[in-house]
Every structure is written in structure tokens, then in C-alpha cells.
């Protein structure tokens, strides 16, 4: 190699075996050494880069910090470092720049690993900004092990407000659904498929404290892919539907137990959903009627049950008891009506018709009650 600093082969041999790629620039900006490291880190011979102009070399380097930063040292013969993206090579580089005898000596090493590093982290912690607040528990693991890398606030609050990144979700669980939920795990890692569950029961020592926590959740595993395709970790979303498990419990509760005490009634029960679509009829509403037919909306109840007026006609479908509190939202009392069983039998019955309204004064129901004043 060219030896511009005329201290002969022991200078030469400490460029050679400098883990620095060292290069030199002329007043000209010509390059007159280019050590073997340099060769390495610029993907280049130097027999291809002795002689030549440096900016020829990297046109794209014209007008960026780069060539201020060169062109800088060389005006004010002080040293400066910088740092510059090389688009050819798709690299970050570290230089020094230091003035020696009206040349420039670069020394550079290739410092892409750090700058992607640091992106990353900047991506994560960026990420990990957005989704904090999000009120959605996420989590996100990495690897076969599935070892939590990111939680927000909502998944730190579902294990006691513990942070548990570095843990894997085996360790963090610490309950006999963990196996369960780790199987999942591997099969989205395997399969490269989503996973979503809702309702799914979930026990887990909340505090770490050797207890047992008992919970419902909306589960969701989004693999994360990584550039070359192949899945590295795991977006887990998870909504705890505990309180709304019990809720639907208890309301089936007390559907079931509304129910059995209407059965029982010794009055006709026919309830109606909001529209007056028939949901319900009692048994003694169906003996009285000799049928219970469901799914009767309200233009068809006199044709469906064979109501009459007292005076045995047809009674107009909108003039009845219960079609009064569908359409009008009327209160209807003491109205009377008959009925013609299949058999042919009638029977004059009597009754009250009315809406039924939520704490929001929306219609939810309507309910019309009957008894007979008649010999059946």
C-alpha cells in the first residue's frame, strides 16, 4: 500500500492490522492510502480507489453534513468526528476526520448494528408510547419461549400492576391454564395464524402470591413478523369480560327464574319483544288459548289465536288489548275479548295490556295478562 506518512514498514504493518478502516485524502481530495480494513468496510479494492477523487467515488455525499463536516476540518485543521449513511452500502459510519500535512486521514468503522439499535429502541419506545393507553391489555412476547418483551398500563393492572417483562408468559402466569395458553401461543408461532377466543376462562396468580385468580377474557394473538418473513413474537390483546360474564349469568338467572314464575301464574301471560313480536306464553295462556304460537307479529294476533270481539266478530288487529300498547304505548285495563280454540270452543276472557319501559325510558317489552270470566 501507498505509505504517505514516510515512516516505512512499521507504519505500514500497524495500518494494515488496524481493526480501523484508515484511508488518506489529499489536498485534491484524491485518495493516496486505503488500508485493508478500509477496503472491508467500503466494499472496494484499493487499487480501484487510489488516485481517484473522493467525491467522485460518492457523488451522493455532495451537499450532506458529510462534506460540510470534511470540508470543516480541512478549513480550520481541527479534528471532527460525524457520523454518515453510505446509501450504496446501506451502512452507517463513524468518522474522524483528522488534518495531517494538508491531508485529511478518515478513520471508520462501520457503526450500523448501533444506529439500527437505536432506531429500534426508538421504534419500540415510540410503539411502546402509543399503546400504553390503549384500554385494551397488550402485550408482546418474543421468541420460542414467548418471553414478554412490551406491557401497557391495562396488562400490568390484569397481573396486579406488576411488570413482568423478561418473564416468560409460563413464569408470569404461574397457574395451571399457563400450559393452555402457552399451546396457543406456539401454535400462532407455528401455524403464522391469528388466534381469537372470546369468553375464555383464565386462572393466573394476579399478585404472585401463590394465589389464584379466576377471570373470562376476549383473547387475541397477532403473530409479528420480521423482515425475512419468519414470525419472531406475539401481539396479545386480551379484554377482561369478567363483570360481563356475571352479568350475563345473573340476567340468565333471573331470565330463568321470571320464567318459571310466569309458567306458574294461574292468570294467561304473553309477553312481546319491543316491535310486539311474541316471545313468551304461559301455560295458562295456552290452555286458555288451546295453542302458544311464537314469532306472532302484531298484524297477525287476531288470525293466529282466533280473537273475537265480545260479540263473537273478528276483532280488528290494531284494536286489540295488546296491539293498543305496542302501537300506542296505551295502558290498556279490564278489556274483554274471546277467544276460539281449535277445537271450537270459545272462552271470554279479560285483561290489561300495557308497554314496559327500562330506567331510560326506552320500550323494551310488552306484556298483556288474562283470566277467564267465563265457564271453559
Known sequence: MSDPTGGGVAITTLLENTSDAIVVLDAQWRYTCVNHAAEMLFRRKRSELLGTVHWEQY?????????????????????????????GLYAWHSVRA??????????????TDRVRALREDAVR????????????AITVSRGPEHRIELQNKYSRALVGGRNVEGRTVRNALQASEAPGVVKLLDRVMTTRQRFSGRDLPLSFDRDDQGG?????????????????????????????????????ELLARYAAEREATLRQMSEGVILTDESGRITFVNDRARDLHGIAVLDVEVDAYSATYQLLTVDGEPYPPSELPLARAVLYNEYVSNARWRIRRPDGSEVLVEGNAQPVFDERNQKIACALIMRCVQDE
Open 212 to 248: 389464584t385468580t379466576h377471570g373470562r377474557f376476549d383473547l387475541t394473538f397477532q403473530p409479528i413478523f420480521d423482515t425475512d418473513g419468519q414470525v419472531s413474537g406475539i401481539l396479545h390483546m386480551a379484554l377482561d369480560v369478567t363483570e360481563r360474564h356475571r352479568e350475563r
Open 98 to 111: 483528522v488534518p495531517a500535512d494538508g491531508s485529511l486521514v478518515l478513520f471508520c468503522r462501520d457503526i
Open 125 to 136: 419506545e415510540g410503539l411502546r408510547n402509543i399503546l400504553e393507553h390503549v384500554p385494551v
Open 59 to 87: 457523488p451522493m455525499l455532495l451537499g450532506t453534513p458529510a462534506e460540510e463536516q470534511l470540508r470543516g476540518a480541512r478549513d480550520s485543521q481541527r479534528p471532527v468526528n460525524f457520523e454518515q449513511f453510505i446509501p
